[in-house]
């Protein structure tokens, strides 16, 4: 009987409040994405000034796609910058933020602790039918999920960076997620523009495990010194059509990012070759080089 109040409770839900947790690259597309399609958003770090840099971010992207959207029409342009900015809210308190929501996505740090942490958190304080989704790259959700007890409620909806272009939406379920959920997060996925894909869950998903063991190959290329990365990017993009480089990309997607999800593989997966880690990446990390967001990475930018 529990069980079918609660399908017929959650088949009825429609999301309209998220929280997104951690308010970086990731966090604040993903927030935007959310708004822009008319849903409540609070995105939560612990430091104020990320989310203030968050809220810009968002502004000048939402500026970008109006001028797109509503090219003639700058009244048209200019409400829907203000309506969508208006779905916006910063927080610092993630207790706090949690009590309307109805789905929580979490972008921090990869580090499977520090999410494990926050989950335990969460799980809590939040209502009981509120969704959590993990944005991890390369961690199990399974494991992530462990620290709650809301596992029937727990996906990996993993973004692709930029959130605002990007198409895809990788929807992960865990072998405890139910039907109810992985519906309303596919009906989410929908509701804010991607095309969705299902992935079990394994390293990498479907993505990040062809794409990150290619940059990988392309910092070993660079370190036997078969090429320069200028040389290697400019291959990729003209031989292979990618729009970016692999060391664009990883300076893009961040060094921190990347390094942390091949620590994370080579220790957990130490016989597969693909999954070992790169010294020039480790140097440029411990320099404070995490690419695209320092000003400098494999490249430098002003
Ligand atoms: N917000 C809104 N619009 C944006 C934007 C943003 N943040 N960034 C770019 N755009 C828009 C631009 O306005 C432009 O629109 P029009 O073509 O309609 O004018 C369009 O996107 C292209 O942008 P640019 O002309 O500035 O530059 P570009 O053509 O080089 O495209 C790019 C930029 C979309 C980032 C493209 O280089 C690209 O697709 N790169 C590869 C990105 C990628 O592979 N991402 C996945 C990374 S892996 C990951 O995310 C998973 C993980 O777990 C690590
Ligand atoms: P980022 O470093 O830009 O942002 C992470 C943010 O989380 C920081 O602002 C930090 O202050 C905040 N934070 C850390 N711990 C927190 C906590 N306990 N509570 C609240 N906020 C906290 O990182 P990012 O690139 O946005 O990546 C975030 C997540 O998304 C990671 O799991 C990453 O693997 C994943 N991801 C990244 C990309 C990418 O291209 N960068 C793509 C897809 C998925």
Not at 17 to 41: F, K, P, R, T, Y
Not at 94 to 108: K, W
Not at 167 to 196: A, F
Request: proline share 5%.
């Amino acid at each position: 009987f529990r069980r079918n109040l609660i399908t017929s409770n959650s088949t009825q839900m429609a999301i309209k409040n998220v929280v997104v947790i951690g308010g970086g690259l990731m966090g604040s597309g993903i927030a935007q994405v959310a708004a822009q399609n008319g849903q409540n958003v609070t995105i939560v770090d612990l430091d104020q000034k990320v989310l203030d840099k968050a809220k810009n971010s968002i502004n000048i992207s939402l500026q970008r796609i109006a001028k797109k959207l509503f090219k003639d029409d700058s009244v048209k342009a200019e409400k829907f910058l203000s309506d969508s900015m208006a779905h916006v809210t910063l927080s610092t308190n993630p207790e706090q933020a949690v009590n309307q929501s109805d789905l929580v996505v979490e972008a921090i740090v990869e580090k499977l602790n520090i999410k494990q942490k926050l989950f335990q958190t969460l799980d809590a304080v939040a209502p009981t039918h509120t969704v959590f989704a993990s944005n991890t790259s390369s961690l199990p959700i399974g494991e992530i999920a462990q620290s709650t007890n809301r596992k029937d409620r727990f996906v990996g909806l993993h973004f692709f960076n930029p959130v605002p272009v990007m198409k895809l939406l990788e929807v992960i379920r865990i072998p405890e997620t139910s039907d109810d959920t992985y519906n309303l997060v596919m009906e989410w996925g929908k509701s804010i523009g991607k095309q969705t894909v299902t992935c079990k869950d394994t390293p990498g998903f479907i993505v990040n495990r062809l794409l990150v063991p290619y940059m990988m190959e392309a910092v070993r290329l660079l370190e036997r010194g078969d090429a320069t990365a200028r040389d290697i990017d400019t291959a990729m993009k003209l031989g292979a059509g990618y729009p970016m480089g692999p060391f664009e990309l990883l300076d893009y997607v961040g060094l921190d990012t990347s390094k942390f999800i091949i620590e994370g593989w080579a220790e957990k997966f130490p016989e597969n070759p693909l999954f070992k880690p790169v010294p020039t990446l480790n140097r440029l990390v411990e320099e404070g080089k995490l690419g695209m967001k320092t000003g400098e990475g494999f490249y430098k930018y002003q």
